[in-house]
């Protein structure tokens, strides 16, 4: 499995960036996708996730506290795409974002080690 992200940048506090994740094969059927973000001096922190399609057109989604209401994460199952759109940016969201996967049935979704694929990461920064 591999995970490209993209679409990071320099934006002003109040702006948007959507950040896209493309992955290789097929795997937005059979894997869940999760953007993390990483800042300086801290720890990796869960931003938002989507479930596995399964052929399904229902899904779940969850977002983590600092992000909700601002963030979206959708899929584009004919890309094999995942985005992250982010609104009302705050400098505090200033991080590298990683997209990352996983297929294995987890308790919780939130922690970094419930999933084993990973891209390289892309900075956002958000200025005041």
């Known amino acids: 499995v591999q995970l490209q992200a993209s679409g990071g940048g320099l934006v002003q506090a109040g702006g948007s960036l959507r950040l896209s994740c493309a992955a290789s094969?097929?795997?937005?059927?059979?894997?869940?996708m999760g953007w993390f973000r990483q800042a300086p001096g801290k720890e990796r922190e869960f931003v938002a996730a989507?479930?596995?399609?399964?052929?399904?057109?229902?899904?779940?989604?969850y977002y983590g506290d600092s992000v909700k209401g601002r963030f979206t994460i959708s899929r584009e199952i004919a890309k094999n795409t995942v985005n992250l759109q982010m609104n009302s940016l705050k400098p505090e969201d200033t991080a590298v974002y990683y997209c990352?996967?996983?297929?294995?049935?987890?308790?919780?979704?939130?922690?970094?080690?419930?999933?084993?694929?990973w891209g390289q990461g892309t900075l956002v920064t958000v200025s005041s």
């Open positions: 990352a996967a996983d297929y294995r049935p987890v308790r919780s979704w939130l922690p970094h080690y419930a999933y084993d694929y």
């Open positions: 094969g097929n795997i937005l059927n059979t894997h869940r």
């Open positions: 989507i479930s596995a399609s399964s052929g399904m057109s229902y899904y779940n989604v």
